[in-house]
Each structure stands twice: as C-alpha cells, then as structure tokens.
C-alpha cells in the first residue's frame, strides 16, 4: 500500500466514506464494514479465533455500556416527553433566538452532572416540543456540542473523562477544559440559536394549559440519579472493578423497570434506538481493531489533532491509549477527545443519539455545511485554553 498504510486503516476509512454518502444505510455500512475488517485480520493471519475471542472478552463492556445506556435513555426519553415538562418551558425561555441560546446553556450544565448521552436526549427532547418538531440540523449539532462540551470537564460526564477517573487522573486535573468548553459554547451556541430562530422560532401559547404529570417527572429524576449515583459509588470505591461490568447501563435499566409499576414504559422506541445503539457498536469495535501501538508524542499541538481524529475514529480507544502512554495535559484531552466529536454525527455516542430520533441528522454533509461553527469553536476553544493556563503534562498517579 502507498506510504505503508495498513489495510485495516483503508477498510475503516472506505466504511467512514460508506457511511457519510449513504447515510440512509449507515446501519448495514457499518456492519459490512466490520465484518471486512474481520475477515482480512482472519485471512491474512494477524487474527486467530482464540485472539479474537480475547479481544471482544476485553472491549464487551464498554460495547454493553454503549448499548444499554443509547436504549436506556431513548426509554427515558420518552417518560420526559410524556411528563409536558417541555410543553411549559416556552412562554419561561427568553424571547427570540436568546430562547435557543438559553436551552443549548440547560444541556451544557445538564452534562456536567449527567451522562452526555443522557444531556443530549433530553435536550432534543426539549428542542423538539418548543419548536414543535422543525429542529435546524445546525441546532442539533449545537445540541450535541453542547452536551460533549459541558461533561468534557466532569470525570461523570463522559465515558472518556470517567476512564480518566478510573485510570487515577484526579477530577481537578480535567477541571480546567471548561476554560476551553466555556469558549467553545458562546462560538457555537450564538449562531445555531440564530438559525434556530430563522428557521422556526420557539411557539409560545399563552392560552394553554399543561398538565405535568409528576409520576414521569419522578421516574426521570429516579432513573438519573440512580446512573450518577453508581457510577460515583464505583469509582469511589471499587475502581478496580469499574471495567469488569457494565455498572451504568446496568443502574439505568435496573431504575427503569424498578419503577415499571408506576409508568409502564414506551417499549416502542426501543427497536429503533437499537438500531443506532448497534451502527455505533459496529464503529466502537472497527476501531477497536485497529492496529494502532501508540499515538503521537503527547504534545499541545498533536493533542489538538486528536480531537479532529475523534470525529471520526471513536474517542474511546483513542482515550485508551493516551492513558496507556501517559504525559498528557488531561484537561486538553479531555476537551479535545469529548467535544472534538461533536464535529460529525457520529463521532459521539451523543451524537448517535440525536441522530437516532431526528433522521435528517445522519446526513454528514448537511451536518457539516449547517453546523460549522462546531469546528472553529472546538479550536478556538483550545487556543484560548492554551493562552490561559498553558500546556502542562501530567502522567497518571
């Protein structure tokens, strides 16, 4: 191959390329795609049966976490949708686009508690009713930008940051990419909320009545708190086994049918969700083989690549071998790894998500030509944070 490229890189590259033209057949693109990639590290002998049954023995929990937390949170969805939460928010979000800019601000501090999955469900959610279904496809990046931006600082935001936690990264040595992520969301938020604003204001009904159905509300809240509440109580105190067990999507699916007596939940959204929960599980794993030792040197400069690479090539075992070679400014790859996605549909685990329940989101196309303020606000982001604090290596305790 020129320059030595390995085949594994050319086949994900093709799949990458498959997915962005035929976004309407992303799910068998993705599949076709792994199933290549298999089948030439098993012809050309790199792969045994053996290897890859230890391989996949290595990466099924962060594929059963994946998958539990995308259906989970589909179901959780619709339990916020059912409580009209969001049908009284319009006449208290402020007027024009400041409406917009205001519930992208509600998904961004939403992420620094939750899970980013869960911020950018519940943020469509929201956007969908207020706006009564005709969402800008800018917006929605905006949306998923949002939620990657504001658990970029938070070792519970994102599954990257909480590996961190889990590596021994301390929680204050991410703090500080909210100095980037902070940046970052003015860039981003202003003009999507703008768009926003031409392409369908928020639809304010002064004469309505909403009636809140405070069970779901509680469901909502119970299934949240019982997610956050695990994933502390594992890290805190048995860190050693927080990659052994898909602890969080098991805590949010013991939540929902917990509390299955007293909303029975919509199992209709599941086979769609599942849908977008396997296409991402397909890209996970084709990254996951690919035979990458190391990245570059731990450097300002090649940690904001990284964040380029990570739309495209799954942040999470990019985030692997960056703990595994030590002596980065974990704050900087944090922000670089988290947001970086956001860049692309499905760059993001919040991303697929979105794209689950807004269809016209999986065009890559339209997501980059409506929603490219999410690039030069993911590097001006990291400029500014790089003016501010400098870069500062750190290795894992």
Request: hydrophobic letters at 60%; a negative charge; glycine letters at 8%.
């Amino acid at each position: 191959m020129p320059g030595d490229i390995p085949i594994e890189f050319v086949l994900f590259g093709l799949t990458l390329l498959g997915v962005a033209v035929l976004h309407r057949h992303c799910l068998a693109v993705a599949l076709v795609g792994l199933a290549a990639i298999l089948i030439f590290k098993f012809a050309s002998g790199a792969f045994t049966m053996s290897d890859a049954v230890t391989h996949f023995a290595h990466e099924w929990v962060v594929l059963a976490n994946l998958f539990l937390l995308l259906l989970g949170f589909a179901v959780l969805a619709r339990h916020f949708e059912r409580s009209a939460i969001a049908d009284a928010l319009p006449p208290l979000l402020p007027k024009d686009w400041k409406g917009g800019f205001a519930l992208l601000a509600v998904v961004f501090v939403l992420s620094a508690f939750l899970d980013n999955i869960a911020a950018a469900i519940i943020g469509g959610t929201i956007a969908s009713t207020v706006f009564k279904g005709r969402v800008h496809i800018g917006f929605l990046a905006a949306i998923v930008a949002a939620a990657n931006g504001g658990g970029s600082g938070s070792v519970i935001g994102d599954t990257t940051t909480t590996m961190m936690w889990i590596e021994g990264v301390s929680p204050l040595l991410v703090l500080h990419a909210y100095i980037a992520a902070g940046v970052a969301f003015v860039i981003f938020a202003i003009p999507a909320a703008m768009a926003q604003q031409r392409h369908a204001p928020i639809i304010r009904d002064s004469h309505a009545r909403v009636s809140i159905d405070w069970t779901s509300v509680y469901i909502v809240v119970f299934i949240l708190v019982a997610a956050v509440a695990v994933n502390v109580l594992v890290n805190l105190r048995m860190p050693e086994r927080a990659d052994q067990w898909p602890f969080l999507g098991l805590a949010v699916w013991g939540a929902i049918l917990f509390a299955t007596p007293l909303r029975r939940p919509d199992w209709h959204v599941v086979p769609h969700a599942a849908g977008g929960a396997v296409f991402l599980l397909s890209l996970v794993a084709c990254a996951s083989l690919m035979p990458v030792e190391s990245l570059p040197d731990p450097t300002w400069s090649s940690t904001l690549l990284l964040g380029f690479v990570s739309s495209l090539f799954d942040n999470i075992p990019l985030t692997k071998l960056a703990l595994d070679q030590g002596g980065y400014d974990w704050g900087f790859l944090a922000y670089a790894v988290g947001f970086g996605g956001s860049m692309t549909w499905f760059g993001s685990s919040a991303g697929v998500a979105i794209a689950t329940r807004f269809d016209e989101a999986r065009s890559v196309f339209a997501w980059l030509r409506h929603g490219w303020y999410v690039a030069l606000a993911y590097v001006a982001g990291y400029f500014a944070l790089l003016a501010v604090l400098g870069w500062h290596a750190d290795e894992v305790p």
